[in-house]
Every structure is written in structure tokens, then in C-alpha cells.
């Protein structure tokens, strides 16, 4: 089909499309005209902003150090892009290689490039979620509402579930004074992400910065007065918490829905993809133009033993979608797998947290540096006699050399002498995660390998 020098010029020309118009698009975007890719770019994104950085909305933003207008994402480079923003895309037609448009309108692709990442799981009852003062965040506007309404200073905050963005809600509320409670279902805050052994320092981080902090506890229902304004919520453990202002902070949904009957593997766990970012069919057969990055995407990793990852990780975004823009510009033999270690950071209550690898895998803890009762330490996972990912509060310096632990599959535990390890981390123990099958609120790395849900998806061709 292609003669001499004829491939190397569809994949530089032609009719590329990004649908997802931030962080993994427009990166993807930059890569693929770094690389050369010379022919029709189109960026499509639901929403009407440009591209914008997510992590300060639930930081800066909320402490009022910076507008939510404020966070477009900085540019590497220009793109000479066309730009559909604030109308999304409805679905998608594999076989005449199409993306159809929410005003009607079609755009064909030679290549399409998704990362229509996440959004807020919202409450679960319509009509308390509509209450005035109900509140979540993932987008921009979201951010600017809620920053407006903190800054009036309402008498209480009741965050719903204590994840890393819930955590960091609270974090913000703390600091400007206001008093806040916080509601979570499982043992300990962030316990999906770092099991109950780190949780519980992150407990006692919040209650040691003033927050009511309620574990073990779901929130059962909203109650709002005459005016339609939130006033206050019922717990499953028979209390009541005043409050005017509510934030639902449990988890995210993949934006997958659009391409529903497309024939894509996309479903609620976001689109199935190999190693290097390239989209499965619904059968499970590896598609030759469509390709998938950032949240929305689901991947096998190399270093974890192939296990399909769902990461929602600012980095993991960044480096999905370099990769991602490789490849479609690559034939086969030059692909690269996205070999990524995930990484992910969070400050809250002045402390600053970062992890590298899959803590959630690891079935062992054991403290290597500093000490969990100062709330400064790195804690390395283990799984299966090898170190799988590690945590550090107030420590960062260290990951680097944790990382490469990760990346040659060295032995766990760990097998190095520290100076400054304290006696709370001289053995392993059980790292302490909640059982996977009953979900926690927001952990931001899932295994997803298996879905029942996947199973039941259908295909309806469209012909
Ligand atoms: C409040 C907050 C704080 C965070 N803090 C951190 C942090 O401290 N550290 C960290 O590592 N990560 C953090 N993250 C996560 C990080 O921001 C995400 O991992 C990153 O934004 C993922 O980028 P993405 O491009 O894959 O998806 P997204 O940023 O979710 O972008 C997807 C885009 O696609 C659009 N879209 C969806 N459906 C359609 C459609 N059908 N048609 C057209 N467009 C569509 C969406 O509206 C959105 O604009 C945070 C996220 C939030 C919300």
C-alpha cells in the first residue's frame, strides 16, 4: 500500500484529532508537532476554556492566592491547531473514522488521539445535589464557585469523603479559619491510596489542624431549608451536622460515555489500551488509529506486571500523552511502552506528600526514614518480596533513589542501613488496605484489569 518514503508521509500529514482539550491533549499536541507532524490538528474540548492546570483549584484557588482564571496550563510550544472548545464530542464512528460533534457537526480523523480524563462523581440524590451550597470540584468554574463561596465565610464546611482532594478541601478550609467536618466512609483519611498504617497520620494531621474529623461514616442525606440552601446533613451513625456549605469529594467518573456503542473497550474504567497507549476494540483487538492518554486511559504496565493501571496523576498525563503522540507518528517497531513510574503529590495541613510507584499494591509497609509519630518519614511498599511504590511526608528529597528501588525490582524489605530510621519502622507490617471490592473515596490509583461491567458491553454497529 505504501511505496517508498509514503508511510513516513501519512504519519507526518494527514488529519489528526484530540478530543479532551487539556493537560494530556494539549501535551499531546505539543509532541506531535515537536516531532514534525505537519497536517491537520484539531483540539476539541467540552469545555470553554483553554487549556488549564487542575491541582491548583483545590490549593491556591480555594486559599484565595490565586483567581481560577489564572491557571492556564503554560505552553511548551505553539500549536498550530484548529480549536472546537465548549462543545464536546458525542460519539464516534470507528469505521468512517468520524467524531460527531454535540452541535451536529462531524470531524473526520486519519488518527484520533482521547483523553477526556475524568469528572466528579456527583451526589448521589439529584435533588440534594441541586441544594444551593453543594458543591464539587474537578473544573475551573467549579473552582471559582466554591473559592467565592468560602471567601464569604460561611459558619461550617462538611466535606464528603477524605481522599486526596478532599483532604486538601479541608486543608484550605482550615487555613482560612473556617471550621469544617469531614465525613469518610472507610478507616482513615487517604486510605485508598496509602492504606490505613499512613492513613492514620493523615488522621491525625487533620485533627491536629482542627478538623472534626468523622471515620467510618457515610453521609445518608442532605437537608436543605424553604430557601433551597443546604443546612445540614444526616450520618449514617444517627448524627446531624449543620452546615452551609457541602463538598462532595467521592472520586471521579471516566468520560467515557460518549463513545458508548462505538465499538471502542471503553467503559466505566475508562478505554483499554496496550502498552504503548493504543486503543482495544470492545473484542479486545488492538485498534490501528485510535489511541487513549491521560485519566480516561487504562493501561497495561510493564513494571507491575502487566496489571491494567487507572491513573489519575498529573504526571501520568503528561507522560501518556508524549508517548501517545509517539507512537501515532511511529510504525510498530518503533513504538515505545509507556514505562512511566507513577508518581503523585499533595500538600495539605503544611505538609508535603509524595508518592512513586503503586503504594495501593503493596500488601507490606515498613518505615525506612524518619518517624511516623513526627508526621516526617518515607514509607516503601512491599508486594510479593519486592518494593513496589513508597510514600513521603516532608521527605521528597529520597524518592528519586525509591523510584529506582521500583524500577530494578529490588527486594522488599528494603535492604540498606538508614541513619536517621526511628523504632517505629524496624519490621514490615501490614500495609492495611481496605478491602478492594468495597470502595474508598478517591484513591487515584486502580487496578483494572477485570471489569464485570466490561463483560456486559454490547456492540451495536452503527451500519
Ligand atoms: C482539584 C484537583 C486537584 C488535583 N491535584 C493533583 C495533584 O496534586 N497531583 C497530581 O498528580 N494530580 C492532581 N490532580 C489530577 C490531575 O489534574 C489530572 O491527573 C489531570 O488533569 C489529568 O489530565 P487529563 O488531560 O487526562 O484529563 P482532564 O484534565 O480531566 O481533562 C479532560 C478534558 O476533556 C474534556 N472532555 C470530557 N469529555 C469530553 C467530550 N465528550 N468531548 C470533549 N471534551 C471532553 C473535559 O471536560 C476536560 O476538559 C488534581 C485534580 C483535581 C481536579
Known sequence: MFGDGSLERFKRE???????????????????????????LTMIGDEPHEPYDRPPLSKQVLLGRAAADRTALPRRRSVDATWRLGVAATGLDMAARRVRLADGDEVPYDRLLIATGVRARPWPREAEAELDGVFVLRTRDDGAALARRLAEGPERVLVIGA??????????????GLSVTVAERGSAPLVGALGGVVGSVAAELQREHGVDLRCGVMVTALEGDASGRVRAAQLSDGSTVE???????????????????SGLGAGPRGIACDAGCRAFDFRGIVTDDIYAAGDVARCPHPLFGYQFLSLEHWGNAVSQADIAAHNMLSESTDRLPHMEVPAFWSSQFGVNIKSVGVPSLGTELLVTQGSLEDHRFVAVYGY??????????????????????????????????TVDRRSDGQRPVAADFPDPSVPTHGPTVTLSGYSPADRRMTFTPAH
Open 163 to 176: 481522599g486526596f482532594t478532599g483532604s486538601e478541601i479541608a486543608s484550605a478550609c482550615r487555613e482560612r
Open 384 to 417: 510479593q518480596g519486592r518494593v513496589i511504590g513508597a510514600v513521603a511526608f516532608d521527605h521528597a528529597r529520597w524518592l528519586p533513589f525509591y523510584q529506582e528501588l521500583i524500577e530494578r525490582t529490588a527486594p522488599f524489605p528494603p535492604q540498606f542501613p
Open 243 to 261: 452546615t452551609d456549605v457541602v463538598i462532595v469529594s467521592l472520586g471521579a467518573r471516566r468520560n467515557t460515555d460518549w463513545l458508548a456503542g
Open 14 to 40: 494527514g488529519r489528526i484529532v484530540v478530543v479532551g482539550a487539556s493537560l494530556a491533549g494539549l501535551r499531546a499536541a505539543e509532541t506531535l508537532r515537536e516531532k514534525g507532524f505537519t497536517g491537520s
